[in-house]
């Protein structure tokens, strides 16, 4: 089986295209009598190295699991422009035995003379990279600096012929209604959902096309969403309100790198160099903009911090009614404690599936795999590899460090202010601004990192929590018992059939690496949990969904659940082989 790898970087000036790089690959595979599978990162550095990048990522795990015998790029440059991931992909395809095909020719990486050549080119790619990105960042700041556009403009904005500022007036019209909302003191997701109903288009859905692409970091899902079907989110309305560019005054930070030495190894940094404001068209007046601002920092001090919540798992269960992903939704204040179906989200609900309760569903997870004496060793043996009160107290050095270099700097700027020379320097003025905001967020850092070192301790209010499971004491660290848990565990499927006296749940669970789908039912309450056994009706589909979980890195698990879903099972019928049964003193609370 060939890989392909395609990339195309952020800067968009490739000379390659995704295309083509894919159509001059499967020339090599034809050519070889090669199988192939594509691996993508499109508009991403080779700079970065393979925990960025998901295509690369694929690659290298499917290497690893066999699925992969040879790798085909365009040229070296697409695998990499860092050395260090060079280094890493050599050793990758020799100690598995791998050819690689740059270009459509076979290169020898065992070889002594071709790996010299091509370690000299990874040196001149990382060379190339580091000037490229310096001679762009320079050409971005003169463009700043001279009122010019440069990349993605703002929602409300566009260019002209010479690439000045110029107001969409189309879009400009719902940025002057956007502020309107909020000094009629709407809040930003209430603003978000009267465009979402009105249907008013993102800057995303109505000027692109094709996919984003999300990774779940305890399971390394890689989820699509088209750009097309973008719709306002309120996190998104509270930024544009708070954008000075609305007023007439845009901001721009240039970067430089600096090579910093933590642990006497050497990490290439970015910082601020230069923060460089100009002027554009306003859209809305600057009255109207600084009274919104204090009406936001007032409200943001009425709503105080925002609670932390564990969702142990979150990221794997679907819906078998419609697909959609499941969420947890917890509230300590209101009534809300459930796993919900995201197509029944307001506005744009399309689903009717039921909820399913976060504790008692997490207690029979966590009960049923502890059944195994191997699985229970693996998931609560965690005290080996993990201290999460060090990690805390590493979190809260650093962020104490940090805090400190802050002040200094805002001390410096302040004491600049009282020289005569520079009391009206606009550029310190707003260095001073983004320093007080940066000292707020690294204060409420700390208080957070304080307060959870202190329920660590008191395993209080924690992703920490002490339990006695089958007659043995266990310590459950929230995000280590996550992780495990999304090792074994693949996929979830939950549908709810409300037409049984009080509804019946029944649940899906799919392993990791394993052709076996596990089938539970139970009632409303969750406490007793029939095990149906191994999903008979579907087992000759097992090996075809297996199939594209290892050759279709753009498997979508939302449509296989569509069509291999189970309401068509006839329940009545169904024999009970085993029954769990979950007490109160069995449920596990994290937060």
């Known amino acids: 089986m060939l890989g392909i790898y395609c990339r195309t970087s952020k800067s968009r000036t490739d000379k390659y295209t995704i295309e083509n790089q894919k159509e001059a690959g499967v020339k090599c595979a034809n050519k070889f009598g090669l199988g192939f599978q594509f691996y993508i990162d499109d508009g991403i550095s080779g700079t970065l190295d393979e925990t960025i990048r998901g295509g690369l990522s694929d690659l290298f795990r499917d290497i690893k699991r066999g699925d992969i015998t040879c790798v085909y790029c365009i040229d070296q440059s697409r695998i990499e422009r860092d050395t260090r991931t060079w280094e890493f992909f050599v050793a990758l395809c020799l100690n598995n035995n791998i050819k690689y095909y740059p270009g459509g020719s076979e290169f020898d990486l065992d070889n002594p003379t071709n790996r010299m050549f091509a370690q000299l080119m990874s040196v001149v790619n990382a060379y190339y990279a580091e000037i490229t990105s310096k001679k762009v960042r320079l050409a971005n700041a003169r463009k700043a600096k001279e009122g010019k556009t440069h990349g993605l403009k703002p929602y409300g904005f566009k260019r002209d012929e010479n690439n000045n500022y110029i107001v969409d007036e189309e879009e400009a019209q719902n940025v002057r209604r956007m502020f309107q909302l909020s000094l009629e003191g709407k809040g930003a997701y209430t603003i978000a959902n009267i465009f979402n109903d009105e249907g008013i288009p993102t800057k995303f859905s109505k000027n692109f096309t094709g996919k984003m692409k999300r990774k779940d970091i305890y399971t390394n899902n890689t989820k699509y969403f088209e750009k097309s079907e973008v719709i306002w989110r309120g996190n998104v309305i509270s930024d544009m309100l708070r954008n000075k560019i609305y007023k007439g005054i845009r901001?721009?930070?240039?970067?430089?790198?600096?090579?910093?030495?933590?642990?006497?190894?050497?990490?290439?940094?970015?910082?601020?160099?230069?923060?460089?404001?100009?002027?554009v068209p306003a859209i809305v007046d600057p009255g109207i903009w600084e009274k919104i601002q204090k009406n936001l920092a007032v409200n943001r001090k009425k709503v105080g911090r925002k609670d932390e919540y564990h969702y142990l798992l979150n990221g794997i269960i679907y819906c078998a009614t419609c697909g959609s992903e499941i969420r947890g939704k917890k509230r300590l204040k209101g009534n809300d404690n459930a796993y919900k179906c995201t197509g029944k989200r307001y506005p744009n609900a399309r689903c009717n599936s039921r909820g399913i309760n976060i504790p008692k569903l997490e207690?029979?997870?966590?009960?049923?795999?502890?059944?195994?004496k191997d699985l229970l060793s693996y998931l609560f043996n965690i005290k080996e590899d993990t201290n999460e009160l060090d990690m805390l107290h590493k979190k809260l050095i650093d962020a104490k460090v940090e805090l400190e270099k802050v002040n200094k700097r805002t001390n410096k700027a302040y004491n600049l202010l009282l020289d005569t020379d520079f009391s009206n320097d606009e550029k310190i003025k707003s260095e001073i601004i983004e320093l007080n905001k940066k000292k707020d967020n690294l204060a409420e850092t700390i208080k957070i990192i304080e307060q959870k070192q202190l329920n660590q301790v008191s395993n209080y209010k924690t992703g920490v929590l002490k339990k006695s499971i089958h007659g043995l004491n266990v310590e459950l660290p929230f995000d280590s018992l996550k992780k495990r848990i999304h090792d074994i565990i693949e996929w979830i499927s939950i549908s709810h059939d409300k037409l049984k006296k009080g509804g019946r749940y029944e649940v899906r669970i799919k392993f990791r690496n394993y052709n076996v789908y596990v089938l539970f039912s139970t009632d409303w309450k969750l406490c007793n949990w029939n095990f149906l056994g191994y999903a008979e009706k579907i087992r000759t589909l097992k090996a075809s969904i297996e199939f594209d979980l290892?050759?279709?890195?753009?498997?979508?698990?939302?449509?296989?659940?569509k069509k291999y879903k189970l309401s068509n099972r006839d329940s009545d019928s169904e024999e009970i082989i085993a029954r769990i049964i979950i007490d109160q003193e069995d449920i596990v609370y994290f937060d």
């Open 251 to 279: 901001e721009w930070n240039r970067h430089e790198d600096k090579l910093d030495h933590i642990d006497g190894k050497p990490v290439k940094q970015k910082y601020i160099a230069e923060l460089i404001t100009s002027k």
């Open 363 to 372: 207690s029979f997870i966590i009960r049923y795999l502890s059944g195994s």
């Open 550 to 561: 290892k050759t279709n890195s753009n498997f979508d698990i939302k449509s296989e659940l």
